[in-house]
Protein backbone atom coordinates (compact mmCIF):
# COMPACT_ATOMS: atom_id res chain seq x y z
CA UNK A 1 0.00 0.00 0.00
CA UNK A 2 1.64 3.28 -1.03
CA UNK A 3 2.01 6.28 1.18
CA UNK A 4 -0.12 8.85 -0.75
CA UNK A 5 -3.41 6.42 -1.25
CA UNK A 6 -5.98 6.28 2.15
CA UNK A 7 -6.39 3.35 4.42
CA UNK A 8 -9.63 1.26 4.18
CA UNK A 9 -11.63 2.21 6.85
CA UNK A 10 -10.30 0.14 10.00
CA UNK A 11 -12.40 -1.94 12.50
CA UNK A 12 -13.96 0.26 15.63
CA UNK A 13 -12.58 -0.56 19.10
CA UNK A 14 -9.61 -0.30 21.61
CA UNK A 15 -6.71 -0.49 20.27
CA UNK A 16 -3.53 -0.37 22.73
CA UNK A 17 -0.19 1.63 21.38
CA UNK A 18 1.79 -1.05 20.74
CA UNK A 19 5.46 -0.61 22.82
CA UNK A 20 8.04 -0.30 20.08
CA UNK A 21 12.02 -0.91 21.09
CA UNK A 22 14.84 0.45 18.84
CA UNK A 23 17.90 -1.69 19.07
CA UNK A 24 21.26 -0.08 17.55
CA UNK A 25 25.09 -0.89 17.55
CA UNK A 26 27.83 -0.34 15.16
CA UNK A 27 28.32 -3.27 12.84
CA UNK A 28 29.76 -6.25 14.39
CA UNK A 29 28.10 -5.24 17.91
CA UNK A 30 26.10 -8.24 18.22
CA UNK A 31 22.68 -6.39 17.62
CA UNK A 32 21.08 -9.74 16.21
CA UNK A 33 22.71 -12.11 18.88
CA UNK A 34 21.19 -9.95 21.64
CA UNK A 35 17.74 -10.47 19.17
CA UNK A 36 17.59 -13.68 18.75
CA UNK A 37 18.46 -14.25 22.76
CA UNK A 38 15.45 -11.79 23.77
CA UNK A 39 13.16 -13.81 20.98
CA UNK A 40 13.73 -17.52 22.97
CA UNK A 41 12.42 -15.89 26.34
CA UNK A 42 8.56 -16.90 26.38
CA UNK A 43 7.87 -12.86 27.09
CA UNK A 44 8.67 -11.96 24.04
CA UNK A 45 6.15 -14.31 22.08
CA UNK A 46 4.08 -12.38 19.43
CA UNK A 47 6.43 -10.14 19.02
CA UNK A 48 7.17 -8.38 15.57
CA UNK A 49 10.92 -8.04 14.70
CA UNK A 50 11.54 -5.22 11.73
CA UNK A 51 15.29 -5.52 10.58
CA UNK A 52 16.62 -2.48 8.88
CA UNK A 53 19.60 -3.69 6.75
CA UNK A 54 22.13 -2.50 3.88
CA UNK A 55 20.60 -4.11 0.54
CA UNK A 56 17.65 -6.25 0.00
CA UNK A 57 17.72 -8.36 2.60
CA UNK A 58 20.99 -8.46 4.97
CA UNK A 59 22.93 -11.35 6.03
CA UNK A 60 21.49 -11.49 9.19
CA UNK A 61 18.78 -12.81 8.01
CA UNK A 62 20.56 -16.31 6.83
CA UNK A 63 20.10 -16.76 10.93
CA UNK A 64 16.64 -17.16 10.33
CA UNK A 65 14.18 -19.77 7.92
CA UNK A 66 12.63 -17.11 5.42
CA UNK A 67 9.09 -18.58 4.50
CA UNK A 68 8.07 -15.81 1.83
CA UNK A 69 9.29 -12.04 0.87
CA UNK A 70 8.50 -10.79 3.83
CA UNK A 71 7.68 -12.62 6.95
CA UNK A 72 10.13 -15.09 8.91
CA UNK A 73 9.50 -17.53 11.32
CA UNK A 74 11.65 -18.21 14.27
CA UNK A 75 11.81 -21.19 16.62
CA UNK A 76 10.06 -19.29 19.30
CA UNK A 77 7.33 -18.54 17.44
CA UNK A 78 7.90 -14.99 17.19
CA UNK A 79 7.00 -13.31 13.67
CA UNK A 80 9.47 -11.17 11.99
CA UNK A 81 9.35 -8.89 8.75
CA UNK A 82 12.46 -7.66 6.98
CA UNK A 83 11.60 -3.78 6.32
CA UNK A 84 12.26 -4.06 2.03
CA UNK A 85 9.95 -1.31 1.78
CA UNK A 86 9.37 1.94 4.07
CA UNK A 87 9.64 1.45 7.73
CA UNK A 88 6.30 3.83 7.74
CA UNK A 89 4.66 1.73 5.36
CA UNK A 90 5.73 -1.25 7.38
CA UNK A 91 4.73 -0.39 10.92
CA UNK A 92 1.20 1.41 9.13
CA UNK A 93 0.44 -2.07 7.21
CA UNK A 94 0.81 -3.86 10.24
CA UNK A 95 -2.04 -1.95 12.64
CA UNK A 96 -3.76 -2.16 9.38
CA UNK A 97 -3.53 -6.23 9.44
CA UNK A 98 -3.90 -6.64 13.25
CA UNK A 99 -6.89 -4.79 12.96
CA UNK A 100 -8.26 -6.44 10.18
CA UNK A 101 -7.64 -9.96 12.27
CA UNK A 102 -5.70 -11.08 9.00
CA UNK A 103 -2.50 -11.52 12.10
CA UNK A 104 -1.83 -13.12 15.01
CA UNK A 105 -2.00 -11.02 17.79
CA UNK A 106 1.37 -8.97 18.44
CA UNK A 107 1.91 -7.38 21.75
CA UNK A 108 5.67 -5.74 20.38
CA UNK A 109 7.46 -4.21 17.96
CA UNK A 110 11.25 -4.31 17.53
CA UNK A 111 13.47 -2.11 15.11
CA UNK A 112 16.66 -3.36 14.68
CA UNK A 113 18.68 -0.70 12.69
CA UNK A 114 21.49 -0.99 10.41
CA UNK A 115 24.97 -0.37 12.40
CA UNK A 116 25.54 2.67 9.89
CA UNK A 117 22.46 4.32 11.20
CA UNK A 118 21.44 7.04 13.62
CA UNK A 119 18.64 6.06 15.36
CA UNK A 120 17.38 9.48 15.27
CA UNK A 121 15.88 8.18 11.88
CA UNK A 122 13.99 5.33 13.50
CA UNK A 123 12.75 8.09 16.66
CA UNK A 124 11.77 10.43 13.45
CA UNK A 125 8.94 8.39 12.30
CA UNK A 126 7.34 7.36 15.34
CA UNK A 127 6.67 10.85 16.29
CA UNK A 128 6.24 12.90 12.85
CA UNK A 129 3.52 10.40 11.60
CA UNK A 130 0.01 10.72 13.28
CA UNK A 131 -0.89 7.12 12.86
CA UNK A 132 1.74 6.18 14.02
CA UNK A 133 1.35 8.34 17.14
CA UNK A 134 -1.85 6.83 17.63
CA UNK A 135 -0.77 3.08 17.35
CA UNK A 136 2.86 2.82 18.60
CA UNK A 137 4.55 4.24 22.12
CA UNK A 138 8.13 4.24 22.06
CA UNK A 139 9.43 1.93 24.85
CA UNK A 140 13.15 2.36 24.60
CA UNK A 141 16.61 2.74 22.79
CA UNK A 142 18.74 -0.09 23.60
CA UNK A 143 22.01 -0.03 21.96
CA UNK A 144 24.81 -2.67 21.75
CA UNK A 145 28.60 -1.78 22.22
CA UNK A 146 31.02 -4.94 21.20
CA UNK A 147 33.56 -4.75 24.47
CA UNK A 148 36.29 -6.28 22.40
CA UNK A 149 36.34 -3.55 19.24
CA UNK A 150 34.14 -0.78 20.90
CA UNK A 151 36.74 1.86 21.76
CA UNK A 152 38.48 1.68 18.79
CA UNK A 153 34.87 1.77 17.19
CA UNK A 154 34.41 5.00 19.19
CA UNK A 155 37.46 6.47 17.97
CA UNK A 156 36.82 5.62 14.54
CA UNK A 157 33.50 6.34 14.41
CA UNK A 158 31.10 9.08 15.07
CA UNK A 159 28.13 7.70 14.33
CA UNK A 160 28.54 5.21 17.06
CA UNK A 161 29.38 7.73 19.47
CA UNK A 162 25.71 9.07 19.21
CA UNK A 163 24.10 5.46 19.22
CA UNK A 164 25.40 5.08 22.79
CA UNK A 165 24.61 8.96 23.85
CA UNK A 166 20.82 8.75 22.80
CA UNK A 167 20.29 5.08 24.46
CA UNK A 168 17.94 4.13 27.35
CA UNK A 169 20.30 0.93 28.09
CA UNK A 170 23.66 0.45 26.86
CA UNK A 171 24.48 -3.52 26.54
CA UNK A 172 27.80 -4.62 26.43
CA UNK A 173 28.68 -8.02 24.67
CA UNK A 174 31.67 -9.87 24.06
CA UNK A 175 33.04 -9.41 27.86
CA UNK A 176 33.98 -12.74 28.22
CA UNK A 177 36.76 -12.40 24.86
CA UNK A 178 37.70 -8.85 26.35
CA UNK A 179 40.88 -8.62 28.52
CA UNK A 180 39.23 -6.06 30.52
CA UNK A 181 35.96 -3.47 29.52
CA UNK A 182 35.97 -1.22 32.88
CA UNK A 183 38.02 1.44 30.89
CA UNK A 184 35.21 1.18 28.06
CA UNK A 185 32.44 1.05 30.83
CA UNK A 186 33.84 4.37 32.56
CA UNK A 187 34.05 5.78 28.65
CA UNK A 188 30.13 4.93 28.09
CA UNK A 189 29.07 6.54 31.60
CA UNK A 190 30.69 9.31 31.00
CA UNK A 191 28.98 9.76 27.12
CA UNK A 192 25.49 8.84 28.69
CA UNK A 193 25.66 8.89 32.80
CA UNK A 194 21.66 8.33 32.26
CA UNK A 195 21.48 4.61 30.77
CA UNK A 196 22.26 1.32 32.75
CA UNK A 197 25.30 -0.57 31.26
CA UNK A 198 24.43 -4.40 30.96
CA UNK A 199 26.69 -6.99 30.71
CA UNK A 200 25.48 -9.78 28.36
CA UNK A 201 27.85 -12.70 28.81
CA UNK A 202 27.00 -12.07 32.57
CA UNK A 203 23.06 -12.53 31.34
CA UNK A 204 22.18 -9.02 32.48
CA UNK A 205 20.59 -8.00 29.30
CA UNK A 206 17.06 -10.10 29.51
CA UNK A 207 13.80 -9.09 28.01
CA UNK A 208 13.08 -7.12 31.81
CA UNK A 209 16.13 -5.15 31.66
CA UNK A 210 15.57 -3.83 28.31
CA UNK A 211 12.12 -3.17 27.79
CA UNK A 212 9.69 -1.08 29.88
CA UNK A 213 12.09 1.65 29.26
CA UNK A 214 9.36 4.44 27.79
CA UNK A 215 7.10 6.64 30.00
CA UNK A 216 4.19 5.25 30.14
CA UNK A 217 3.47 1.45 31.64
CA UNK A 218 0.02 0.47 31.16
CA UNK A 219 0.32 -1.83 34.10
CA UNK A 220 1.52 1.53 36.01
CA UNK A 221 -1.16 4.06 37.05
CA UNK A 222 1.25 6.74 37.86
CA UNK A 223 4.39 7.01 35.00
CA UNK A 224 7.84 6.65 36.08
CA UNK A 225 8.82 9.74 35.18
CA UNK A 226 12.58 9.39 37.56
CA UNK A 227 13.37 6.31 35.64
CA UNK A 228 12.75 7.51 32.21
CA UNK A 229 14.35 10.87 32.91
CA UNK A 230 17.14 9.92 34.86
CA UNK A 231 17.83 13.56 35.18
CA UNK A 232 19.87 12.67 39.27
CA UNK A 233 22.02 10.53 37.47
CA UNK A 234 23.26 12.95 34.71
CA UNK A 235 23.36 15.79 37.54
CA UNK A 236 25.51 13.45 39.60
CA UNK A 237 27.46 13.30 36.50
CA UNK A 238 27.65 16.98 36.14
CA UNK A 239 29.09 17.18 39.23
CA UNK A 240 31.83 14.56 39.28
CA UNK A 241 33.00 16.51 35.48
CA UNK A 242 33.04 19.56 37.83
CA UNK A 243 35.95 18.24 40.19
CA UNK A 244 37.52 17.17 36.92
CA UNK A 245 36.76 13.57 36.49
CA UNK A 246 34.98 14.38 32.98
CA UNK A 247 38.64 13.31 30.87
CA UNK A 248 36.63 12.45 27.72
CA UNK A 249 36.39 16.30 27.31
CA UNK A 250 39.49 17.38 26.21
CA UNK A 251 41.81 16.69 28.63
CA UNK A 252 41.99 12.37 28.48
CA UNK A 253 45.69 12.34 29.75
CA UNK A 254 47.65 12.17 26.12
CA UNK A 255 44.30 10.20 24.73
CA UNK A 256 42.23 12.91 23.53
CA UNK A 257 42.67 12.58 19.96
CA UNK A 258 41.43 9.16 19.83
CA UNK A 259 38.00 10.30 22.07
CA UNK A 260 37.48 13.56 19.74
CA UNK A 261 34.20 11.90 18.83
CA UNK A 262 33.54 11.80 22.89
CA UNK A 263 34.43 16.09 23.48
CA UNK A 264 31.51 16.84 20.79
CA UNK A 265 28.46 15.01 22.91
CA UNK A 266 27.29 16.29 25.89
CA UNK A 267 24.82 15.05 27.86
CA UNK A 268 23.60 17.98 30.72
CA UNK A 269 20.77 18.76 33.05
CA UNK A 270 18.61 21.93 33.83
CA UNK A 271 15.87 22.52 36.71
CA UNK A 272 13.99 25.10 37.54
CA UNK A 273 10.98 25.79 40.36
CA UNK A 274 9.49 28.45 38.52
CA UNK A 275 6.41 27.56 36.70
CA UNK A 276 6.99 28.04 33.25
CA UNK A 277 4.41 30.02 31.10
CA UNK A 278 3.13 28.01 28.73
CA UNK A 279 4.16 30.57 25.55
CA UNK A 280 7.54 31.12 26.91
CA UNK A 281 7.92 26.93 27.27
CA UNK A 282 6.47 27.28 23.06
CA UNK A 283 8.81 29.83 21.78
CA UNK A 284 11.63 28.66 23.82
CA UNK A 285 11.13 25.01 21.85
CA UNK A 286 10.43 26.55 18.40
CA UNK A 287 13.94 29.22 18.72
CA UNK A 288 15.79 25.78 19.76
CA UNK A 289 14.75 24.04 17.49
CA UNK A 290 14.89 26.69 14.50
CA UNK A 291 18.66 27.69 15.39
CA UNK A 292 20.28 23.95 16.62
CA UNK A 293 17.80 21.35 15.61
CA UNK A 294 20.63 19.25 14.02
CA UNK A 295 22.26 19.52 17.21
CA UNK A 296 19.87 18.06 19.76
CA UNK A 297 20.18 14.63 19.53
CA UNK A 298 17.83 13.31 22.11
CA UNK A 299 15.95 16.17 25.01
CA UNK A 300 13.42 14.26 27.96
CA UNK A 301 11.83 16.95 29.83
CA UNK A 302 8.81 17.37 32.58
CA UNK A 303 7.47 20.88 33.02
CA UNK A 304 5.22 22.51 35.29
CA UNK A 305 3.61 25.69 33.32
CA UNK A 306 2.58 28.58 34.77
CA UNK A 307 -1.58 27.92 33.97
CA UNK A 308 -2.07 24.46 35.11
CA UNK A 309 1.15 23.94 37.72
CA UNK A 310 -0.52 20.42 38.97
CA UNK A 311 -0.87 18.91 35.77
CA UNK A 312 3.27 18.63 34.37
CA UNK A 313 3.86 18.42 30.44
CA UNK A 314 5.98 15.73 29.28
CA UNK A 315 8.51 16.66 26.22
CA UNK A 316 10.13 14.63 24.16
CA UNK A 317 12.20 16.13 21.31
CA UNK A 318 14.77 14.47 18.94
CA UNK A 319 16.68 16.80 17.05
CA UNK A 320 14.09 18.94 15.42
CA UNK A 321 11.28 17.06 16.06
CA UNK A 322 9.02 16.91 19.17
CA UNK A 323 6.68 14.78 19.83
CA UNK A 324 3.23 15.41 21.05
CA UNK A 325 3.44 16.74 24.61
CA UNK A 326 1.61 14.59 26.65
CA UNK A 327 0.09 16.06 29.80
CA UNK A 328 -0.24 14.01 33.16
CA UNK A 329 -3.23 14.33 35.58
CA UNK A 330 -1.17 14.93 38.58
CA UNK A 331 2.78 14.32 39.76
CA UNK A 332 4.49 11.78 39.74
CA UNK A 333 6.34 12.65 42.40
CA UNK A 334 6.39 15.48 45.13
CA UNK A 335 9.14 16.83 42.96
CA UNK A 336 7.54 19.44 41.01
CA UNK A 337 10.51 21.40 39.64
CA UNK A 338 10.69 21.77 35.54
CA UNK A 339 13.55 19.48 34.48
CA UNK A 340 14.82 18.84 31.39
CA UNK A 341 17.98 16.42 29.99
CA UNK A 342 19.58 17.25 26.84
CA UNK A 343 22.18 15.18 24.72
CA UNK A 344 23.76 17.68 22.10
CA UNK A 345 26.12 17.37 19.33
CA UNK A 346 28.65 20.23 19.21
CA UNK A 347 26.41 22.51 21.04
CA UNK A 348 27.65 24.18 24.34
CA UNK A 349 25.45 23.77 27.46
CA UNK A 350 25.33 27.08 28.27
CA UNK A 351 23.79 28.23 25.11
CA UNK A 352 20.84 26.20 26.04
CA UNK A 353 20.99 27.36 29.61
CA UNK A 354 21.40 30.96 28.72
CA UNK A 355 18.94 30.64 26.13
CA UNK A 356 16.19 29.38 28.73
CA UNK A 357 17.54 32.16 31.29
CA UNK A 358 16.75 34.73 28.50
CA UNK A 359 13.04 33.18 28.16
CA UNK A 360 12.64 32.87 31.96
CA UNK A 361 14.01 36.59 32.67
CA UNK A 362 16.89 35.04 34.45
CA UNK A 363 20.32 36.90 35.74
CA UNK A 364 23.16 34.38 34.47
CA UNK A 365 26.09 34.10 36.34
CA UNK A 366 29.84 33.23 34.75
CA UNK A 367 31.81 30.79 37.34
CA UNK A 368 35.23 29.18 36.97
CA UNK A 369 33.33 25.75 37.49
CA UNK A 370 30.93 26.06 34.83
CA UNK A 371 30.43 28.23 31.59
CA UNK A 372 27.05 29.18 32.89
CA UNK A 373 24.73 29.25 35.62
CA UNK A 374 21.76 30.66 36.85
CA UNK A 375 21.75 32.57 40.17
CA UNK A 376 18.21 31.67 40.54
CA UNK A 377 16.07 29.66 39.98
CA UNK A 378 17.66 27.62 36.78
CA UNK A 379 20.22 25.43 38.02
CA UNK A 380 21.97 22.02 37.24
CA UNK A 381 19.77 19.49 39.41
CA UNK A 382 19.28 20.42 42.68
Same mark, same amino acid.
Given at each position: MSMDQ ?34 ? +???? #? ?5 ? =? ?25 CLCCS ?15 ? #? ?23 ? $? ?29 ? +? ?35 ? =? ?23 ? +? ?24 ? $? ?16 ? @? ?49 EPVVL???? @? ?62
Amino acid at each position: MSMDQPYPPLPTGPFEPLPLTVITGFLGAGKTTLLNRLLR +DPAM #KDSMVLV =NEVGEIGIDHLLFEVLDDNVVLLSSGCLCCSMRGDLVTSLENLVYTL #KAGTLTPVRRVVVETTGLADPASVL $HVVMTQPFLLEHYRLDGVVTVVDAVNGAATL +DAHEEAVKQAAVADRLVLTKTDLADDASALRERLHRL =NPAAKILDAAAGEAGVAALTGLGLY +DPAKKIPDVARWLADEAVTVAEGEAD $HGHDHAHGHDHGDAHAHR @HDSRVRMFSIATETPIPAGTLELFLELLRSAHGPKLLRMKGIVQLAEEPDEPVVLHLVQ @HVLHPPARLAAWPSEDRRSRLVFVTHDLDPSVVRRLLAAFLGTPMIDTPDKAAITEDPLSLGR
